[in-house]
């Protein structure tokens, strides 16, 4: 009996525990814990957990203070109890925060039955320098000549005295070109490629860093070294560098805080010293040079002698804005050991990293002074097997190191990397081991969001290959590719992959920051260059499609994330962009030369006539300038902006007639025959309702007549699947993303890949190359079919007029071809899931949805009343709301928690 009571007293405590909501996942300005922002209002970010299902928030509290324990005198903001379900974004609302320092805060919420969480772990943030008087640094550059040839990277250190006691201490770095710091022999956080890519003449990011454990009483020494990064490096073609400046510089400033409240800077100024060491050359195309005889181990270290260093000279203060760092620094990811060390019929060496990666190889090496190992970095090898490197163009893709002779030495790039599977190797001495070589990946580091599996192993390798297109191309801005010569931010490639990109991981500070600088580097007249940050010298132009990236990837950011005021930040470009198109087109509202690009690559076949495939520029300029003005009116409406969602909605119906006056015949025809004009006609909703069943009709004419496939290019290939889908051919999507001879998307897979090509048939089957002229092997364009594959096969959507996830819809769609699609993404409010599984003509469905939203599911059932809910039939499934019969769907309502639905088809 004794036994029996304390069990029932035992399982009611635990059900108590689980009943309870507890709050967790909390995001300051939407990354964990940051230090350094400039954000004056940050936002705030938690999660709801729950083993209950429906839950939702009805009231928060939030408290912000100076100390972790945040009471009494520290408190600097209590939001006393809010009755709102709000739990993403909510904004500070405290007193002004002061440069430099660190706030912490806590959130308790009240579940919808009015019932309390305990108070959250605390979290916190930590201003960066508000003030440009906050600096008391002076940007500093090597004291000697340059060999303005090679220009070796310059050194800088000084060493200093440390009389009392640390208490903390933050280091805030900045450069012209990119640099790597040391205190004390110890690097300095582990950000890659510092201070990543703005567009430096209008802005120039900071990384703030705790240094207190590195630093050491008495004697200290830090060394900074400098490359020429973006800075100044070759970037693009021809002689086109120094393109931010001719000269590197640093600034640096050490903020130190003593036991007994002192304070102390240490800053770059006229005592340090500098000289060259090992790097002898780097550049962000061709790669580094190294020479460890001319290097030092010791020389960030305080027994260091600099006697022989030159000065420095101190610079002029650089005119551009100081920022914080927005997005998440790049950091080395994940390392790949050689799956294979061979001998090709030329007769060269080539270590094979079994994945098409970018980053940098970190190599082992003995032997003698002198004695000196080259990497040559490339993709793929010929039809051959051969080293084919006619694709990096002018880019070298280099790492040479010339070794000390002192037993074991390791060497890795510093200011460079590189996009390969293999590497070619030269001159390493004795036999080469896997041991010797492993590769390291390099990318912003983004949080994971998304996985996607299926019952097909060709798709999930596709899978694979889009993510790591996305790792490889996300290199502190969206990038087309990461190995020719090029490696710039293509705004069309942006726009195309941004809703397959926000799946995979969380891009929202990604896009925050790079959106800002696509304002900054809009021309006057509102057009939107090429290139992000725009390295593109004496171009002045913008191309349809490309310059849409200014409405698209805001408006993306918006609906995944519920982000209102990335759209209030990037409002004014917006209009500018829309307003410049307006410009041109005029009373005819039609844009004519406005493309540049057209359908980028689309494919066309050489057994079909010179315009198979082809679509009118212009036609597709007036598309997007309809698509554009159709999302500046939709954003005008969410900032409540009422005579601007009048003035762009007129205008969309104007052009809108326009278009189907000059494009459109009364059959649904549309001037270019291409699956593409239909794809973007339908897609931004240009047709006529009548003319819409036609107009699907032809377009999937166009891909049977094809036998199942595609011709589209970098624009219409991201909504193609999307179109279909929403026009009820679903089953002819299904057709084009399983279709596994070229063009497809599996036929890559078929081929080997392991990233997205830049083309469709990059690689013929008979193994010879398309032309080498443009022909990268890790281009994420295409990898925009990723986002059918979340939103579409496994049913994972937002809902627009409920942003950010607040509510869900599930709606998968069901194929012969598949026996199972799962996927799941990460949002603000927790994890969504949807998985189908299908045995003979059973279904099951399960779902998860995270507390604090709703969601609306369509389950593939004729009817309600086969379908159960966890074994229960829907009409009495607890929490569950049965909307009705919805054509091939049966929808239901329903809240937080983990669903399992069985039908039959
Ligand atoms: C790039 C792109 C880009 C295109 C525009 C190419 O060189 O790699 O992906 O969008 O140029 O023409």
């Not at 990354?31 to 922002?37: D, I, K, M, Q």
């Not at 090898?381 to 006619?390: H, I």
């Not at 790792?471 to 941004?498: I, S, Y």
């Not at 725009?534 to 310059?547: E, Q």
């Amino acid at each position: 009996m004794k036994k029996y009571l304390l069990l029932s007293l035992l399982c009611l405590i635990v059900s108590i525990v689980n009943a309870q909501v507890t709050v967790t996942g909390l995001l300051s300005e939407n990354r964990v814990n940051p230090l350094g922002l400039d954000v004056v209002q940050p936002r705030l970010t938690w999660q709801l957990s729950s083993t209950q299902r429906n839950v939702l928030q009805s009231a928060y509290e939030v408290v912000v203070g100076l100390s972790a324990a945040a009471k009494g005198n520290d408190v600097v903001w209590s939001s006393g109890k809010v009755t709102s379900g709000q739990s993403v974004h909510v904004p500070y609302g405290g007193a002004a925060l002061q440069s430099g320092k660190k706030y912490f805060w806590k959130v308790r919420v009240w579940d919808q039955n009015g019932k309390a969480s305990p108070w959250s772990e605390t979290a916190n943030w930590e201003m960066g320098l508000l003030q440009p008087a906050d600096w008391k640094a002076k940007w500093i550059g090597q004291g000697f000549p340059e060999d303005s040839i090679m220009r070796p990277s310059p050194l800088f250190r000084r060493s200093f005295h440390l009389a009392k006691k640390v208490k903390s201490a933050r280091a805030y770095i900045t450069a012209h070109g990119l640099y790597e710091a040391f205190i004390n022999g110890k690097r300095v956080g582990d950000a890659y490629l510092a201070p990543g890519w703005t567009s430096y003449n209008k802005r120039l990011q900071y990384q703030v860093y705790d240094v207190t454990s590195l630093l050491q009483s008495a004697a200290n020494a830090i060394g900074v070294q400098l490359g020429s990064g973006w800075y100044r490096s070759h970037l693009a073609w021809e002689d086109n560098k120094n393109i931010y400046g001719k000269t590197s510089g640093l600034l640096l400033q050490l903020a130190i805080t003593y036991t007994d409240g002192s304070k102390e800077l240490v800053v770059t100024d006229e005592n340090w010293k500098s000289s060259t060491g090992a790097i002898r050359y780097s550049e962000i195309y061709n790669g580094e040079i190294q020479d460890a005889r001319q290097g030092n181990d010791t020389w960030t270290t305080t027994t260091f002698n600099d006697a022989s260093w030159s000065g420095v000279q101190v610079q002029q203060p650089g005119t551009e804005p100081l920022i914080a760092t927005y997005n998440e620094p790049i950091r080395k990811k994940e390392k790949f050991i050689p799956v294979k060390i061979f001998t090709t019929p030329k007769g060269e060496k080539v270590v094979d990293f079994g994945q098409n990666l970018v980053g940098l190889v970190e190599v082992k090496v003995n032997g003698k002074a002198g004695d000196s190992v080259k990497l040559t970095h490339f993709e793929v090898l010929d039809k051959f097997g051969n080293v084919y490197l006619a694709n990096l163009r002018a880019a070298k893709q280099q790492a040479v190191y010339v070794l000390k002779g002192n037993g074991t030495e390791q060497f890795e790039p510093h200011f460079t990397f590189q996009g390969f599977r293999y590497v070619k190797v030269e001159g390493f001495p004795g036999e080469l081991k896997p041991e010797n070589l492993t590769a390291v990946a390099l990318y912003s580091d983004m949080k994971p969001t998304g996985t996607f599996t299926s019952s097909n192993a060709l798709l999930n390798q596709l899978q694979h290959n889009i993510q790591w297109g996305q790792k490889g191309n996300f290199l502190d801005v969206p990038t087309d590719c990461p190995q020719r010569d090029e490696r710039l931010g293509w705004t069309g490639d942006a726009q195309a992959f941004c809703r397959t990109a926000a799946f995979n991981m969380d891009v929202l500070p990604f896009f925050t920051k790079w959106m800002k600088d696509v304002a900054l580097d809009q021309f006057e007249d509102g057009s939107v260059p090429f290139v992000i940050p725009n390295v593109l010298k004496g171009v002045k132009a913008t191309s349809a499609g490309w310059g849409d990236v200014s409405l698209i990837a805001p408006w993306t950011m918006y609906l995944v994330y519920g982000d209102r005021r990335i759209l209030e930040t990037q409002y004014p470009s917006m209009k500018a962009y829309v307003e410049y198109i307006r410009n041109k087109a005029g009373d005819s509202y039609l844009w004519k030369g406005g493309s540049v690009f057209g359908d980028w690559l689309f494919y066309k076949s050489m057994a079909q006539t010179e315009s198979d495939g082809y679509t009118s520029p212009d036609m597709i300029a007036t598309m997007f300038y309809a698509y554009s003005t159709h999302l500046l009116a939709k954003t005008a409406e969410v900032l409540g902006k009422q005579d601007d969602v009048k003035f762009y909605t007129d205008l969309l119906t104007k052009i809108k007639a326009a278009f189907v006056k000059n494009y459109v015949t009364g059959e649904g025809r549309i001037a270019s025959d291409s699956q593409t004009a239909y794809v973007l006609a339908l897609k931004f909703g240009l047709l006529p309702d009548d003319l819409q069943v036609k107009a699907t009709q032809y377009l999937v004419d166009d891909i049977k007549g094809r036998g199942n496939h595609l011709s589209t290019g970098f624009l219409g290939t991201p909504y193609l699947c999307h179109v279909l889908t929403e026009n009820g051919r679903t089953d002819v999507a299904y057709d084009l993303l399983l279709q596994e001879k070229f063009p497809s998307w599996l036929y890559p897979v078929k081929m080997g890949a392991t990233t997205i090509w830049e083309r469709w048939d990059g690689q013929k089957p008979d193994s010879t190359f398309q032309d080498a002229g443009m022909n990268s092997f890790n281009h994420y364009a295409y990898g925009a079919i990723g986002d059918w594959m979340y939103q579409v096969a496994a049913g994972i959507d937002v809902v627009e007029s409920d942003p950010g996830y607040k509510k869900i819809k599930i709606q998968p769609h069901i194929s012969d071809k598949l026996n199972e699609v799962g996927a799941s993404v990460k949002t603000y409010y927790g994890t969504v899931s949807s998985k189908w599984k299908t045995s003979g003509s059973d279904l099951t469905l399960s779902v998860e949805i995270p507390a604090n939203t709703t969601a609306t599911i369509y389950i593939p059932a004729k009817s309600a009343d086969g379908i159960t809910e966890n074994n229960v039939a829907l009409s009495s499934a607890a929490g569950v709301k049965v909307i009705g019969q919805q054509g091939d769907y049966v929808a239901v309502e329903v809240g937080s928690g983990k669903w399992e639905f069985k039908s039959s088809k």
